[in-house]
């Protein structure tokens, strides 16, 4: 068959997202001086625009690293070892941060709410009634293994009710710049997030936004880590400390950029497109799973993530067309995860579909008509009109 993979190529994983051209232009340079200068100036730009995107007042600490260094700093800056935590686990990423407290020596006490839905607030409730001296509460507002977004107010409002004393701690890896967020009114006291989804950087720079109450307790909790502590990252005496070390020269060019684009289209329109993009997926898949095997793992269209969507077909279909749109039409999505064991043959029976940053109407038609495509390719039945009720969607008429 005529290969038809010839053309630019569309990642579209929840991450890591599509690099617009922009950042990787502002990347491609020789390194710049780290002592004076530039850098330095660029730098000590990033934490306001980082914190209006997180609707706080706040800190923010900045980290060489992926989204699990940020688990990790954001653990050794207010948990010790014997401590006790609440986790509300709807997918994979709970879990993953919990391990990472438990390997600190802090007790996780896991809700596991399955995979195809948001938490049971009761459940939440009976937890923190019978777990008083808990430290913090961690949950993930977007987990991108399900695609499920969890109410982090509600959670908030259930902590107060029980007169908690425990800290909020929130994963936006997955939802920062795709999905709202907003930290100070939800009452959320530690957020982290990455640059390599909604911030269209590649992997390599993560963040954690903290409250003054956390912060009041890295202080008699006495940060175990030189290298995590969030205070000389946030108020550093000398510019190294800001990185303990060598700065991330190029990814400071890259997110400036990045930060410039977000700023151009102004916030709430960013957030507006992801919306939309979203619900136009949603839609091409509502009509798919009208007949055959294919289903959207999240029924509720308002638990459903505006960043990443999951599918699932039963197996092997749903590698067979990964394979098939990516073997032919230039196309990669992104693999099931957190769904079955890798080497579990059920593992071929989900996918996921990124639209996260720099992502556009023709971007999110060309995935779905090719999605489409390979559908008829690969014969596996579906319904009809799946095309039509997008493009609705993007004209306004959804
Ligand atoms: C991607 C992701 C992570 C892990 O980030 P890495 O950069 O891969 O370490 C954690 N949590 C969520 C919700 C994510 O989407």
């Known amino acids: 068959m005529t290969s038809l993979t010839h053309g630019r190529h569309y990642l579209a994983i929840p991450g890591p997202s599509v690099m617009p051209d922009r950042v990787l232009q502002a990347m491609h340079r020789p390194s710049p001086n780290i002592y004076e200068g530039e850098l330095i100036e660029i730098t ?22 992926n989204g699990h260094a940020a688990w990790e700093a954001a653990l050794f800056n207010t948990l010790s070892a014997g401590d006790e935590v609440i986790v509300i686990m709807t997918g994979l990423f709970a879990n993953g941060w919990a391990d990472m ?29 019978a777990t008083p001296q808990a430290k913090a509460v961690l949950m993930v507002h977007v987990d991108t293994s399900t695609s499920v977004k969890n109410d982090v107010s509600a959670v908030r409002a259930l902590m107060d009710e029980a007169d908690s004393n425990a800290l909020l701690m929130a994963d936006c890896i997955a939802s920062f710049g795709c999905d709202d967020f907003r930290m100070d009114a939800w009452g959320v006291d530690v957020m982290v997030a990455g640059c390599q989804k909604g911030l269209m950087v590649p992997a390599g720079m993560s963040f954690v936004f903290y409250s003054d109450k ?13 290298y995590w502590d969030w205070r000389p990252r946030t108020n550093p005496e000398f510019f190294y400390l800001h990185w303990c070390g060598t700065a991330p020269t190029h990814h400071i060019y890259g997110l400036r950029e990045a930060l410039d684009m977000i700023n151009e289209e102004g916030y709430e329109n960013v957030l507006a497109r992801h919306r939309l ?24 269209r308002t638990l459903r993530s505006h960043a990443v969507t999951t599918l699932r077909t039963g197996a092997p279909h749903a590698t067979t067309l990964r394979n098939w749109v990516s073997g032919n039409a230039g196309l990669t999505l992104g693999i099931g995860l957190g769904m079955a064991t890798e080497d579990d043959p059920k ?17 999110i038609l060309g995935a779905l008509g090719t999605i489409q495509t390979g559908l008829v390719a690969t014969g596996l039945p579906h319904g009809d009109g799946a095309l039509d ?10």
Not at 45 to 62: C, E, I, N, Q, W
């Open 44 to 65: 000590e730009t990033l934490p306001a625009d980082l914190k209006a995107m997180a609707r706080t007042k706040h800190h923010v600490a900045m980290y060489i690293g």
């Open 101 to 129: 407290a438990k390997a600190m020596g802090v007790t996780a006490h896991v809700l596991d709410f399955g995979r195809r839905s948001s938490f049971d607030p009761a459940r939440v409730a009976e937890a923190l009634a």
């Open 214 to 226: 956390a912060d009041n307790i890295r202080e008699t909790n006495g940060c175990l880590s030189r």
């Open 277 to 300: 993009l979203a619900e136009a997926v949603w839609a091409a898949f509502e009509c798919w799973s009208q007949d055959g095997p294919l289903e959207l793992n999240i029924a509720d």
């Open 347 to 363: 593992s071929d029976g989900f996918f996921r579909v990124g639209h996260m940053g720099h992502v556009n109407a023709q971007m």
């Open 389 to 398: 009720a997008a493009t609705r969607v993007l004209a306004g008429q959804g």
